[in-house]
């Protein structure tokens, strides 16, 4: 029994300690006083909004992101650190002063790109060079000359021919005969030639002068 009591009072200490730390820390915040920190945040080689920063106090669960025009607006402490990230921007801090005068901080914040420069990496297809020149020995190339010859032979440039929409021309003068037989249209149905009588009286006189008859 006697040497579960030193493990227990350990215990003991360590909680008592760890509520102390926690009810000093708390006290301490509340003599400090809420400022009110506010501001716009731009890049550094324009004068664009960032949207999407996270701005946050850490270890104290307080945070916000900037909106869609960089604006931010959270409460803050005296004495806190707010820290300022972006994915590709590098990272910035600003310090409350410990006695601010008012209760209210504006900033125009600008963050700079974070380049990072990686090293070159030489990328081969095969793992050593004598493998490569082999493969390249051994490359089947197909003769050019001859995919032209089959692209120009006869049955396909029929098969094109069959597929290619209709040209400029072609299309205007569709239009044209279109619009003449639409004009003709409009004054009654078109006559047959074999009922018109006219027609019929020049071809009885073609047969008499033998225009139809075949020429040696």
Partial sequence: MKLLKIPYLILVLGVGFIFYSGTALAQNDLDKKVVQLSGIILNADSTDAV???????????????????????????????????????????????ERAENDKISLILTMEVDEIALAEIEVMPYPTEEEFKKAVVALNVVDPMSISRANMSPEMLLRWAESMPASGAENFRYFQQ???????????????????????????????????????
């Fill in 51 to 97: 949207p999407g920063v996270n701005i946050y106090v850490p270890k104290k669960g307080r945070g916000t992101v900037s909106g869609r025009f960089g604006y931010f607006s959270m409460p803050v402490l005296e004495g806190d650190s707010v820290v300022f990230s972006f994915i590709g921007l590098k990272r910035q801090t600003f310090k409350v002063p």
């Fill in 178 to 216: 279109s619009q003449m037989i639409q004009n003709q249209d409009l004054y009654g149905p078109r006559p047959l030639r074999i009922l018109d009588p006219f027609a019929w009286a020049q071809f009885i006189r073609s047969i008499k002068r033998g225009d139809l008859k075949s020429k040696d």
